[in-house]
T-cell receptor, first 113, second 118 residues
Framework: SQQGEEDPQALSIQEGENATMNCSYK?????LQWYRQNSGRGLVHLIL?????REKHSGRLRVTLDTSKKSSSLLITASRAADTASYFC?????????????FGKGTLLTVNP | NAGVMQNPRHLVRRRGQEARLRCSPM?????VYWYRQLPEEGLKFMVY????????ESGMPKERFSAEFPKEGPSILRIQQVVRGDSAAYFC????????????????FGDGTRLSIL
């Protein structure tokens, strides 16, 4: 698997439900970021979690990071139709170029009204 | 709009032509990154530039591709003699400073240029 690989590839839920997406990576990192991409648009930065942090919240978003397992999860609570988008995790590489983000293929989230 | 501005949004070229993609970073940002996204894929790093300097072009093909970020004006990604395989979405991102350990700044992305090669 590649650095920054999301799971599942696609997720379909009903409005009001929670959505959980996972990300695994391979190298040591300084931080991990989650981005959202609406169809045909650019990436919108959601949240950055540093390697010394285990959990971070921002509104309806909750991100966890487990550096021992090299994994992260993004939880969106009380989902809305407007949350429909692709979600990507991106990692840097603490042993290399920390500006060079590596993205996974993303999770396509569909929230049905 | 104070965000990263890319133009054009869509660009169609015939094989063998040149494609020029432009990116104006967010106000106050002096670091620019270009990424390429193929259909159903994540973004792949191409090049990192500061004003008048290419810092890292390790993700950019050595032939036909070039990038610049002049002292004045936008950053330009130039693709010469385009081929069908160049069809992709090209995204530019900017940051005030690159990642520096625990004081990392996120990269802010533009809406991209969708390049189609006929």
């Amino acid at each position: 698997s590649q650095q920054g690989e999301e799971d599942p590839q696609a997720l379909s839920i009903q409005e009001g439900e929670n959505a959980t997406m996972n990300c695994s990576y391979k190298t040591s990192i300084n931080n991990l970021q989650w981005y959202r991409q609406n169809s045909g648009r650019g990436l919108v930065h959601l949240i950055l979690i540093r390697s010394n942090e285990r959990e971070k919240h921002s509104g309806r978003l909750r991100v966890t990071l487990d550096t021992s397992k090299k994994s992260s999860s993004l939880l969106i609570t009380a989902s809305r139709a407007a949350d429909t988008a692709s979600y990507f995790c991106a990692t840097d590489n603490s042993g290399g170029s920390n500006y060079k983000l590596t993205f996974g293929k993303g999770t396509l989230l569909t929230v049905n009204p | 709009n104070a965000g990263v501005m890319q133009n054009p949004r869509h660009l169609v070229r015939r094989r063998g032509q040149e494609a020029r993609l432009r990116c104006s970073p967010m106000k106050g940002h002096s670091h620019v990154y270009w990424y390429r996204q193929l259909p159903e894929e994540g973004l792949k790093f191409m090049v990192y530039l500061q004003k008048e300097n290419i810092i890292d072009e390790s993700g950019m093909p050595k032939e036909r591709f070039s990038a610049e970020f002049p002292k004045e004006g936008p950053s330009i990604l130039r693709i010469q003699q385009v081929v069908r395989g160049d069809s992709a979405a090209y995204f530019c991102a900017s940051s005030p400073v690159p990642g520096q350990g625990f004081s990392n700044q996120p990269q802010h992305f533009g809406d991209g240029t969708r390049l189609s090669i006929l």
